[in-house]
């Protein structure tokens, strides 16, 4: 199986701070990989897919980058509503989920 | 509206089986992959299975191969998790999730969630 491996597993930022989460394979899985969304007592949302593109309705904030093994997750101003947990996600092989990373407000 | 309702879920002692349905709506139900995720209480996402548009190929965790199947009824809209042998580790929110994937294959890009249902496997 491929490990995803998220950092940091939790994170606390102000309002309007840039927010990065990162997200490592361990084998190379080009740009096979999603970004979710859960906030808390809901289903996960697709934000991004194939590393870097955005899901059609999700606002422009978020951005995703990378392929091979080391991925990154950035919010470009956190707002109240991001409050959430993200996963990263590789599709090359059977699906796998990272750990997640519980964003706060500070 | 586009939609995925689960049900089926509930109190199961250890050993034991029950078979989830995932209702679909609002889209060719026929044309997608589907997929199974479960979240146990707190942690993480974990997925469980997948089955192309077609019915045709599917696919499982580890954890569940051997105990778990995945079927659909595409005149029905109906995806289903039929789960035996009930270990108290399968515990979670049952979630079905509409793959990108088409009618042959499985992509593994889930754009669409349902609210999931309770497992809770317990004596």
């Known amino acids: 199986d491929i490990q995803m491996t998220q950092s940091p597993s939790s994170l606390s930022a102000s309002v309007g701070d840039r927010v990065t989460i990162t997200c490592q394979a361990s084998?190379?899985?080009?740009?096979?990989l999603n970004w979710y969304q859960q906030k808390p007592g809901k289903a996960p949302k697709l934000l991004i897919y194939d590393a870097s593109n955005l899901e059609t309705g999700v606002p422009s904030r978020f951005s995703g980058s990378g392929s091979g093994t080391d991925f990154t997750f950035t919010i470009s101003s956190l707002q109240p509503e991001d409050i959430a947990t993200y996963y990263c996600?590789?599709?090359?092989?059977?699906?796998?989920f990272g750990q997640g990373t519980r964003l706060e407000i500070k | 509206e586009v939609q995925l309702l689960e049900s089926g879920g509930g109190l199961v002692q250890p050993g034991g089986s029950l078979r989830l349905s995932c209702a679909a709506s609002?889209?060719?139900?026929?044309?997608?992959?589907m997929s199974w995720v479960r979240q146990a209480p707190g942690k993480g996402l974990e997925w469980v299975s997948a089955i192309s548009g077609s019915g045709g190929s599917t696919y499982y965790a580890d954890s569940v191969k051997g105990r778990f199947t995945i079927s659909r009824d595409n005149s029905k809209n109906t995806l289903y998790l039929q789960m035996n042998s009930l270990r108290a580790e399968d515990t979670a929110v049952y979630y079905c999730?509409?793959?990108?994937?088409?009618?042959?294959?499985?992509?593994?890009?889930?754009?669409?969630w349902g609210r999931g249902t309770l497992v809770t496997v317990s004596s």
């Open positions: 084998q190379d899985i080009s740009n096979y």
């Open positions: 996600q590789q599709y090359d092989n059977l699906p796998t």
């Open positions: 609002g889209f060719t139900f026929s044309s997608y992959a």
């Open positions: 999730a509409k793959d990108t994937g088409g009618i042959t294959m499985v992509r593994g890009v889930l754009d669409l």
